[in-house]
Structures are given as C-alpha cells and as structure tokens.
C-alpha cells in the first residue's frame, strides 16, 4: 500500500511486519500498537532499564495527557482498562467496544501516533507520552477537529467519536491538507454504527482548513 | 396545512372515506397513518379541538428547521459525555458473564464455589438452572473488582450439560425428524394466509410478461457500538440507581423494582447518553436482571455490560427469511397478478413481520406467511421491523418484471405505487433520478448487456413508515429569577439528537437564544415519555415541549402584562426581551429582568402531547450508483441518493445525519452483514467486528441526502424509512449494470460472479 502519510515513515519503528492491525488500518498510520511500541522500545534499549518483570497487580507510572500519573494494573491490563478503570479519575472517553483491534474506538495517541488502546499493554506505555480525547482540548478549547465535528454534525450517538478525534487529529498534525481519501485512509480503522462518516468528512475537511488558515499556510 | 391532512405520503388503504362519525363536543376527527402489521394503513381518530400553539409559517422559523449544532456536541468531542459504560462509582464491582457453550442443552449441574475463590470476585449468581435453547444464551455472572478478575472468575465456573440435538438452521429446522424446538409444537408455523390462488393463477395467463424467484435474507446484527448493559446501584435501603444503555428510560424502572424488591418509584433510570440501540434495547435484559441481583446480593454497585461476542449471541438480530415471490404485468405496466410465499427466520421468536406485497399494490394476489424456529437468539425490532427484508425481494421483483416488459423501472414504480401516495413517491424519484444521473443514462429499459468490463448501473427502490406521535410525553419548562431555562423530559436520546431539539423549540418560543436554555433529559424523575421504538420520539416529544413552552410563555405574558401595562394579547416574546408588539421601541421589558421580578419561586409549566401538532405516515425514495467489475466481481457503490418526506423537521442537519446513516446502514446490509453460523458444531462463526464486517470509511462512495421540503405537516420521525431500501437499490443497480440479479444478501463479489457465468451459459 502506499504510504500517504510521510510522518508514518519517519517514526523510530521500523514499518511492522503484515498484521491483521495494519490490514484494517491502512499503511503505518495506525500502524499496529503493540508492534509499533515494542519495537520503538527497544530501539529506545539503550535507555531503558533491563528487562522489568510484572507479576500480578504492579504500580506503574504512566504519562497521561501531559502528567504522571500511578496505576496499579496487571501484565495483561490493556492501555485503554487502565485508562479507563485504574486512573484518577477515569478516562472513560476511549470505548471498549470490540476489545480486539477492529473498530477504533478505543483510539489514544501513543507518541502522537494514534494507537488502539484494547490491543496495547498498559505496561508497553510506560515511558510514552499517552494522549486521550480528554487530553486534547487545551485549556477547555477546543481543537479544530473537535470544533468542526460540532458544527457539521459529526457525531450521532456520538460512541465512536473520541476515536475519530484523535484519528483526524493525527492524520491533520502530519498533513493539514490531507484529501479527502486521506481522511478516509487515516479513519478506516473507525467504525460508526450509526453512519455519521459524510458529517465526518465534511469536518476533517473544514477542520484542515482551519488548520491551514492558522498556520498561515 | 395541518395534521392530518393527507398530502405528503404514505397512506395504503384508507380504512373509510368520512369519519365513523360526528366529533363529540370539543373533539374532532383526523385522518392518521397508523402501522398495522408492518402495513401502514390510514384511520380516523378522535382528537381534542382546542386552540393551541402553533408550528407557524415556517418562513417564520428562526432555529426549528434549521441546521443545528448539538447541544451536547462539545460534550461528545472531548470524552466528557458520560454513557452508562463509563459510569464509574465507589465501589463498583465488574460483571461478566458465562455464556452456555452449545445451542441445545440442559444444565445437570452448575458449581460457582471455584468462582468465588478466584482473587478479585466479589460473588457470582447463576442466570439459568434448567435448560438452554439458543447459541450463547447467558447461564451465569460474576462480580469482580475488575473486569480481568471477572473474566477469571467466569472461566472457573464448573457446568456439567446434557447436550441435545439442534437446529440452528432453517434448513435444520425443516428437515425431516428435526428435533421440536417449542414443546410438542411443529417448528414451522402459519401466520397469514390471504388471497384466491386460483384467481391468481388465472391472472397471470393474461399478463404479458411473468417473473419469479427466490431472495434469499440473512440474519442482521444491529452492532450497537455500545453493547447491552447496564450499571445497578443499591447498596440496600429504598432507593436505587439503574444506568441503562436503553431506548426507554422507563421501561426500566418497574423491571428493576421487581428484581430488587422494591416499588417503581424508589428506582430512578438513568439515560444521560446511550450508545446506539437500533431497536435491540428496551426493558431489563437478561444483562439487567443479572446485575440486580448480584448488586443486591453484594450491596455495591454492578456495571454489568456484554462483551462484544455476547452482544453479538444475546442482544437480538434483525430476522432473516426467505421471499419466494412471483408477478406478472400487462403489456401497459399494470402489476396484475401476484404471488408472495414469505418464510421468516426469527430464531426461537417468530420473526419480524414481512408480509408482501410492500408498498406496491398488485391487482390480484395471494400472500401467505410463515416463520420457522432454529435454536438461535429470538430477533428483535431493527430499524424499520421487516420493511428492509420486504423491500429487498419486492423492489428486485418489480425491476425484474419492469424489464421483462421493457420499461423503464422509474415509470413502471410510478405507475404501481398506491393511489394516495403517487404524488409523494413521483415526485422523490423523479429527483432521485435527477440527482443520480438517470435521466442521461444509457440503460434506462433494458440492463446493459454490452462486454465491457467495467459497467455502471442505477437502481431505484421505495420505502414507507406511519411514524407520528402519541399523548405519551409530559414536558415541564421552568424558568428561575436568574434568566435561567430549563426544559425536562425523561426521554432518551440515541443519537438522534433530543437534547437539541428541545433548546431549540423553547428557545424560539421565548425568543431566546440556545445558549440560554439547557434541556435536561434521560432520568424517570422528569416527565414521562415513550420508549424510542417506531420513529415516534420526535412527533411524540416535540409537540409536549412546544405545549410547554407555550405555557411558559403565556404565564410571563401574564406577569409582564402588569409590569409594562399592556394587555397579553398584545405581548410578544423576540430578541432577548418581552414587548409591547404596538409599540416595540419603548415599551420593553429584558428577559432578564421579566425573570428577576418573578422572584425566587420562578416559573413552571406543563405540557403535553398536541395532536395538531403532530401528523404521521412517511414516504421516501433511493437511488444508488454502482460500479461492477464483470471480472473479479468487485462491487462499488459510487453513490447514494435518498429523498425523503419528514413533515416538519426539528433540526435540518441532524436530519441529514439521519437519512446518512439509514442509506449508509442499508448499504452495510446490502454488502457486507450476515451472521455465519456452522450448523454442525451450532456455533456462530462471526460473533465479532472483524468477522462480521459493517460498513467503514472506504465502502461508502457520495452519500446525498435530500429532505422533502413539498412536505408540510407537522412532526413526523424518519429514522425508519432512511434505513428500508438502500439495499435493494444497490441490488437493483447492480441488475442495471450487468444483467446479474443477485437475490441472496449480501451482494458479494462470488455471488456476481456465479450470477454471470450463469448467464454465460444461459
């Protein structure tokens, strides 16, 4: 597949091996969150502490929307259960809804690299920077891609939202005049339900633009 | 024009022409749509005569029909809308629960004392004792202090079984010697038969052209992004919380109270945003039921939600079946004569009605349906209760028939569509047609039958839905020393955007803006209203709140009247301030200050369902572009067109939204849904998002959604007829394209390609 988003490539990962992630998620974007921190893990070795064992419930330290923050959490809790039901106080903007990687509503940014949140170890976060929908309105403003959602009525139930969020937002941070098929590239690893994509395209699009019209581009 | 009177669509069979007879004192009569057997049928009703507020102009209109934004947008975009999965209380134990391995078996022995020794559980309960009759039906639940403990304590449940023969097909079902799956009664059941089919047969020796086949229309998941469940708080005592992901928040309390042992009253349903519900969720549940008791059993907070295989196996489905339907026309394109057999797959329910003919009116027919069981979930209401399945074999049958006759598919719909309603369906396909590029396309008589390889079809297909309201709403607007508005409702919203409607209609009758009022919904404290079922939240709600509103706004007439000295009559409500409408430069009162001399007692009023506010019966027609590849069977659709009659619409976007979602939905069906089920070992091979495919980004080609603007009656509700004929167009396209009538859902590239290697043949 080609690549149509430069910064994938430039990511410490190198690109993963075929997986079931990145046939669902298109080229590196998105690509597969366990492979992808792993391997920048251990590209990032030489700093890193040897090898930590977790046995059982283990306190870790995680790096959430800009703080630290403790949880206590076991080797096979998920990124987006810790979020979700070990943090204070709970991110519960990450959906659980298939609990196996299909349908992106569990999304945060690893690293500023969208991620599935069920499909990533708590304990594989350690040591990123950890985004969730909650941490991506600065100063109770909104972002372009959230504001533009609002007004051309991207959400209906509203459920897959916060994984569309971040999803746009990483696809426009890397390209603010990302196309149409772009958006749709970086956000066919979101379902919605209730069929809510036009409204959704319509918003990437405005919010691109606003984007660009702010930096001046 | 006001209800009921009929202009705008729908509409089958005018039960009488004149009503039964006179309105009683302060009564009148008007004629409403109402949806009997899935057939939507106009009646007389008696309603009261009493001079109200009205919609007015709707040139008038500063914020109804008009785009929108949410109210609670904001709270969507950042994570901050809280569903009843991300309740998080002190406390809270996670559920999970055991799901019975095999279709058919009875439980000798069930042992939860492993369970709960697993670190973490809190306590486990078992759901079903005796006997399982369907592929993943819940017999066990365990608490835990978090979800991975749950799942431990789950797999340490010891169950011994007597596993029983099955039939998790129809195929199975029907077979000779197949077990009984209801007690000593046969499997296959007769529901309707009507019609002559001698009279029949002797039509279709006059017809010029007869047509015939067999649509075959698997089981759909309705795939709610957030699954069945819900979060009961009763730590003892008289009172208890019940989050539920529902579309009725009050078809939860008296459920609960039964399983808690309390009384109604002391249960509050809590709704504050749900993730999608599509039809499958109204009452308890299964998943409610476990919940109260182990939340009672423990004394702490149960969040009881299904995992995604669970919702899949034991949330509902929208029934499968089988159309075997047969038709003929005269060589003017009269639809004369025809024959429907419908057999429906509902699993161990009956299935969703789908008695043909839909919508189009043969002149001679003979219809029977019928239902066979399987040892599968019973189906559940989806979007539109049968309409889709109906629609899927009828509107091929007539393309079908239209070409045998070489016409064109537009005129020979236009032709045979119900009387009443020709007006309404003519004039939505002729802009389905403009707007999809029929009137210039090549292939408007006859499929193409050229070699390309790449070919282009359009297809076209109807939908119908009565839709409308009901006195089942109590509305209450307040209105505090502050400036403040607050407009309650128990009701829910499932996306279909409630919250905002109800701002928008207070707001205009107060002349105020959005900003300042704030809708609070989604709790059984506030005013009762109906379950979402049947598109009739909207015609139902919207009328209680402008009846509120109203009241609200005639009681601060009735104040401000002696605060500026004008008589009420003369008051009028616009830009933020009270006024003297003969003289509004000078003599004005602020909102604000109107408010603040109410005092802290403010100001309450009530409101209720109006009917003239309301009407019902709705049309709707769909166009699709597709693209086939007659070599490897590709099939895209490039574009959808749907055209639909709402009455008056609350909020332009949201509409859209709706209409979107129903074609991209419809789209979903046509193309990709189907649950897989391995009749041998009875298990469901699909019971996930990636097996069971639904429509992404990339599937989807334009998507055009028109409202209907020739139609101007009151409130109706759409989100029905939006999901009905997407699919069938998209089949109907793909005959256009190639040739290829593809009469199995859903529409797959082998399926074409069989199809065509068969017409090579042919």
């Known amino acids: 597949m080609a690549d149509e988003h430069p910064k994938a490539a430039d990511a410490n990962a190198p690109r993963p091996s075929f997986s079931r992630r990145s046939l669902f998620r298109g080229a590196g974007a998105l690509a597969a969150g366990g492979a992808v921190a792993d391997a920048s893990r251990a590209a990032a070795a030489a700093a890193a502490p040897t090898a930590v064992r977790y046995v059982g419930m283990s306190e870790i330290e995680l790096e959430i929307n800009g703080a630290a923050q403790k949880v206590a959490v076991e080797p096979r809790t998920t990124l987006l259960n810790a979020l979700r039901n070990h943090c204070t106080p709970p991110l519960t903007g990450a959906k659980l809804v298939c609990d196996r990687g299909s349908c992106g509503a569990c999304t945060v940014l690893l690293d500023g690299q969208p991620v599935y949140s069920c499909m990533t170890l708590a304990i594989d976060a350690i040591g990123r920077k950890v985004t969730t929908v909650e941490g991506v309105a600065k100063g109770g403003e909104l972002n372009e891609v959230q504001r533009a959602i609002c007004e051309h009525d991207g959400s209906m139930c509203g459920f897959c939202t916060p994984g569309f969020v971040l999803s746009i937002t990483a696809c426009l941070e890397r390209k603010p005049d990302a196309s149409l098929d772009e958006i749709k590239h970086a956000c066919a690893g979101n379902y919605c339900r209730c069929g809510t994509y036009p409204h959704l395209f319509d918003a990437a699009l405005a919010a691109g633009r606003a984007l660009r019209a702010k930096g001046g581009k | 024009m006001g209800a009921g009177e009929f202009t705008g669509a729908a509409g089958a069979n005018l039960v009488q022409d004149a009503p039964p007879r006179a309105a009683a004192p302060g009564k009148k009569w008007i004629k409403v749509v109402k949806v009997q057997n899935g057939l939507d049928t106009e009646v007389?009703?008696?309603?009261?005569?009493?001079?109200?507020?009205?919609?007015?102009?709707?040139?008038?209109?500063?914020?109804?029909?008009?785009?929108?934004?949410?109210?609670?947008?904001?709270?969507?975009?950042?994570?901050?809308?809280?569903?009843?999965?991300?309740?998080?209380?002190?406390?809270?134990?996670?559920?999970?629960?055991?799901?019975?391995?095999?279709?058919?078996?009875?439980?000798?022995?069930?042992?939860?004392?492993?369970?709960?020794?697993?670190?973490?559980?809190?306590?486990?309960?078992?759901?079903?004792?005796?006997?399982?009759?369907?592929?993943?039906?819940?017999?066990?639940?365990?608490?835990?202090?978090?979800?991975?403990?749950?799942?431990?304590?789950?797999?340490?449940?010891?169950?011994?079984?007597?596993?029983?023969?099955?039939?998790?097909?129809?195929?199975?079902?029907?077979?000779?010697?197949?077990?009984?799956?209801s007690g000593n009664r046969e499997n296959v059941r007769v529901h309707e038969t009507e019609g002559d089919v001698a009279a029949v047969d002797a039509a279709f020796a006059q017809c010029a052209a007869v047509v015939e086949g067999e649509w075959r229309i698997p089981v759909q998941h309705h795939a709610c992004l957030e699954t069945h469940g819900v979060v009961v708080d009763y730590?003892?005592?008289?009172?208890?919380?019940?989050?539920?992901?529902?579309?009725?928040?009050?078809?939860?309390?008296?459920?609960?109270?039964?399983?808690?042992?309390?009384?109604?009253?002391?249960?509050?349903?809590?709704?504050?945003?749900?993730?999608?519900?599509?039809?499958?969720?109204?009452?308890?549940?299964?998943?409610?039921?476990?919940?109260?008791?182990?939340?009672?059993?423990?004394?702490?907070?149960?969040?009881?939600?299904?995992?995604?295989?669970?919702?899949?196996?034991?949330?509902?489905?929208?029934?499968?079946?089988?159309?075997?339907?047969?038709?003929?026309?005269?060589?003017?394109?009269?639809?004369?004569?025809?024959?429907?057999?419908?057999?429906?797959?509902?699993?161990?329910g009956q299935g969703s009605n789908q008695k043909q003919p839909y919508i189009y009116r043969p002149k001679h027919s003979f219809v029977e349906v019928k239902s066979v069981l399987t040892n599968t979930d019973s189906s559940r209401a989806m979007r539109a209760p049968g309409h889709p399945q109906m629609s899927f074999a009828m509107e091929g049958l007539l393309d079908d028939l239209s070409y045998a006759i070489g016409m064109d598919p537009l005129e020979f719909r236009v032709r045979n569509v119900p009387e009443n309603r020709r007006a309404t369906y003519e004039r939505q396909l002729r802009q389905c047609a403009e707007l999809i590029g029929w009137n210039k396309h090549p292939n408007r008589t006859a499929p193409d039958k050229s070699d390309a390889e790449v070919k282009v079809g359009i297809g076209f297909a109807l939908a119908t839905w009565g839709g409308g309201g009901g006195p089942e709403c109590k509305v209450e607007v307040r209105i505090a020393a502050d400036g403040s508005v607050e407009v309650l409702s128990g009701s829910q919203d499932l996306g279909t955007g409630t919250r905002t409607y109800l701002t928008a209609v207070v707001a205009e009758e107060l002349g105020l803006e959005m900003s300042q009022v704030s809708a609070k919904i989604g709790r059984s404290t506030y005013g009762a209203a109906n379950a979402s079922g049947g598109s009739t939240t909207t015609a139902s709600l919207a009328p209680a709140v402008k009846h509120a509103a109203w009241n609200a706004r005639n009681a601060m007439f009735e104040h401000v009247s002696t605060l500026l000295g004008v008589p009420v009559a003369n008051l009028?409500?616009?830009?933020?301030?009270?006024?003297?409408?003969?003289?509004?430069?000078?003599?004005?009162?602020?909102?604000?200050?109107?408010?603040?001399?109410?005092?802290?007692?403010?100001?309450?009023?009530?409101?209720?369902?109006?009917?003239?506010?309301?009407?019902?019966?709705?049309?709707?027609?769909?166009?699709?572009?597709?693209?086939?590849?007659?070599?490897?069977?590709?099939?895209?659709?490039?574009?959808?067109?749907?055209?639909?009659?709402?009455?008056?619409?609350?909020?332009?976007?949201?509409?859209?939204?709706?209409?979107?979602?129903?074609?991209?939905?419809?789209?979903?069906?046509?193309?990709?849904?189907?649950?897989?089920?391995?009749?041998?070992?009875?298990?469901?091979?699909?019971?996930?998002?990636?097996?069971?495919?639904?429509?992404?980004?990339?599937?989807?080609?334009?998507?055009?959604?028109?409202?209907?603007?020739?139609?101007?009656?009151?409130?109706?509700?759409m989100a029905e007829p939006a999901v009905v004929p997407g699919q069938s167009a998209i089949a109907n396209a793909i005959m256009n394209a190639c040739g290829a009538r593809l009469r199995e859902m859903p529409l797959t590239s082998d399926k074409l390609l069989m199809a065509l290697r068969g017409m090579k043949r042919g």
């Open chain 2, 572 to 717: 009028r409500c616009t830009g933020g301030r009270i006024e003297d409408s003969t003289n509004p430069d000078s003599n004005w009162i602020a909102w604000k200050d109107a408010c603040a001399a109410l005092g802290t007692k403010g100001l309450s009023a009530q409101g209720e369902w109006q009917s003239h506010l309301a009407a019902s019966g709705v049309g709707g027609a769909q166009a699709a572009k597709v693209q086939v590849d007659t070599l490897t069977g590709e099939i895209a659709v490039l574009h959808m067109v749907g055209v639909q009659d709402c009455g008056l619409v609350m909020n332009r976007m949201a509409t859209r939204s709706q209409l979107n979602g129903g074609m991209i939905q419809a789209l979903s069906y046509g193309l990709f849904e189907e649950r897989v089920i391995d009749p041998d070992l009875g298990i469901v091979l699909n019971a996930n998002l990636e097996d069971y495919k639904i429509a992404g980004c990339k599937e989807i080609g334009l998507v055009q959604s028109v409202l209907d603007d020739a139609d101007t009656r009151g409130v109706i509700g």
């Open chain 2, 44 to 181: 007389w009703e008696e309603v009261d005569d009493v001079a109200g507020p009205t919609w007015g102009p709707r040139e008038a209109l500063r914020l109804v029909n008009h785009d929108l934004p949410r109210v609670d947008g904001p709270d969507k975009v950042t994570g901050r809308a809280v569903y009843t999965h991300d309740v998080r209380l002190p406390g809270m134990a996670f559920a999970q629960v055991l799901r019975c391995p095999h279709p058919w078996a009875k439980i000798k022995k069930i042992d939860l004392e492993a369970a709960k020794q697993v670190p973490g559980v809190y306590g486990a309960v078992v759901l079903e004792s005796e006997e399982v009759k369907w592929i993943g039906r819940p017999i066990a639940a365990v608490a835990a202090d978090t979800p991975e403990h749950a799942e431990d304590g789950v797999r340490a449940i010891l169950v011994e079984y007597y596993v029983q023969r099955h039939a998790v097909t129809p195929e199975l079902s029907l077979a000779a010697g197949a077990p009984k799956i």
């Open chain 2, 235 to 348: 730590r003892g005592g008289d009172s208890a919380t019940v989050y539920a992901s529902t579309q009725g928040t009050f078809t939860i309390p008296g459920d609960a109270a039964r399983k808690l042992g309390l009384n109604g009253a002391q249960v509050t349903a809590v709704v504050e945003h749900m993730g999608g519900g599509f039809g499958a969720k109204f009452g308890l549940g299964l998943e409610g039921d476990a919940a109260c008791r182990l939340s009672k059993e423990l004394g702490r907070p149960v969040h009881m939600l299904f995992d995604r295989a669970t919702e899949f196996l034991a949330a509902g489905n929208r029934a499968g079946g089988v159309h075997y339907l047969k038709a003929g026309a005269t060589k003017e394109g009269e639809l004369f004569a025809f024959v429907g057999r419908v057999m429906r797959h509902g699993g161990v």
